[in-house]
């Protein structure tokens, strides 16, 4: 099984959700994060007065799937969250050692079937 965080724009959320859909995937988590790369922040004027904005928003968004749809569902969230300028985002990829259902107590891959 893999885990696939995904950093993005938060205006892109709404398209990478429907893109996902579309090839069946139901089941994500999404957290607003802060942080920087290439961008290096940005400024802003608030009543006169510019300051640096060092950490820009982004949403994580995280998956739990199978081996087989990795790939798919990589390239999936790449084409929806892709504007071409910079600080369009990353996705990290790794390995699950298992998934617990909480209240089935199932594990592995019947924790996420439904999902998939």
């Given at each position: 099984m893999k885990k696939i965080t995904a950093f993005i724009k938060p205006f892109k959320l709404y398209d990478v959700r429907k893109a996902l859909e579309s090839i069946n995937v139901q089941g994500m988590s999404v957290t607003e994060s802060r942080g920087y790369g290439r961008q290096k922040g940005q400024s802003e004027t608030y009543r006169g007065e510019e300051y640096d904005i060092a950490f820009l928003t982004k949403l994580k968004i995280e998956i739990a799937t199978t081996n087989e749809l990795c790939d798919k569902i990589v390239e999936t969230i790449m084409k929806a969250a892709r504007t071409g300028q910079i600080g369009d985002g990353k996705?990290?990829?790794?390995?699950?050692d298992n998934v617990y259902r909480i209240r089935t107590g199932e594990n592995g891959i019947d924790a996420v079937a439904e999902f998939l």
């Amino acid at each position: 099984m893999k885990k696939i965080t995904a950093f993005i724009k938060p205006f892109k959320l709404y398209d990478v959700r429907k893109a996902l859909e579309s090839i069946n995937v139901q089941g994500m988590s999404v957290t607003e994060s802060r942080g920087y790369g290439r961008q290096k922040g940005q400024s802003e004027t608030y009543r006169g007065e510019e300051y640096d904005i060092a950490f820009l928003t982004k949403l994580k968004i995280e998956i739990a799937t199978t081996n087989e749809l990795c790939d798919k569902i990589v390239e999936t969230i790449m084409k929806a969250a892709r504007t071409g300028q910079i600080g369009d985002g990353k996705i990290l990829v790794s390995d699950l050692d298992n998934v617990y259902r909480i209240r089935t107590g199932e594990n592995g891959i019947d924790a996420v079937a439904e999902f998939l």
